[in-house]
């Protein structure tokens, strides 16, 4: 068996980890420790009994049509998280998963999507650019009501 050459295989190797990208970029998580519970509130902009939120910012859908009539699409977000304990850290991550999870989905669905003219691809495609901020926040409300029942 032949071997491939050290330069050759870690240009196979980039080509590789390059076409099998991540569809959802989540950003390294900006970190800040609120010094009391009102700075926590204005931070997180909600009333409530809670130690910590993560805000979703430098979110971004970046879409295309295709040739075959349908959209290819990326997304990326990174997480804020505003602690008042560092306990509270762990939960935050499965907010962001949450969150993740939500916008991997939305991504399988919107390129599922077959559309019969490049225009109406194009209409959807700047349509769902325009209007992805209100998608972050809604998966984000979604992942709260859900481990936060009350």
């Known amino acids: 068996m032949r071997r491939l050459s050290t330069p050759l295989a870690i240009i196979l190797l980039h080509c590789l980890a390059?076409?099998?990208g991540e569809r959802v970029n989540v950003g390294q998580p900006m970190m800040t420790v609120a010094p009391t519970t009102?700075?926590?509130?204005q931070r997180c902009g909600?009333?409530?009994n809670y130690d910590a939120c993560t805000r979703f910012v430098a979110y971004r859908l970046d879409a295309a049509c295709t040739d075959e009539g349908r959209i290819?699409?990326?997304a990326t977000f990174r997480p804020w998280i505003i602690l008042?304990?560092?306990h509270s850290l762990s939960h935050e991550h499965e907010h962001i998963g949450d969150v993740r999870r939500s916008v991997e989905a939305f991504l399988t669905?919107?390129?599922?999507?077959?559309f019969s003219s490049a225009e109406e691809c194009r209409a959807r495609v700047l349509e769902e650019r325009a209007s992805f901020g209100t998608?972050?926040?809604?998966?984000?409300?979604?992942s709260n009501l859900?481990?936060?029942p009350r």
């Open 18 to 20: 390059a076409a099998g």
């Open 38 to 41: 009102e700075h926590l509130r």
């Open 46 to 48: 909600v009333e409530g």
């Open 72 to 74: 290819a699409a990326t």
């Open 84 to 86: 008042r304990n560092l």
């Open 109 to 114: 669905g919107l390129e599922s999507l077959r």
């Open 135 to 142: 998608t972050m926040r809604a998966y984000a409300l979604a």
């Open 146 to 148: 859900e481990r936060h």
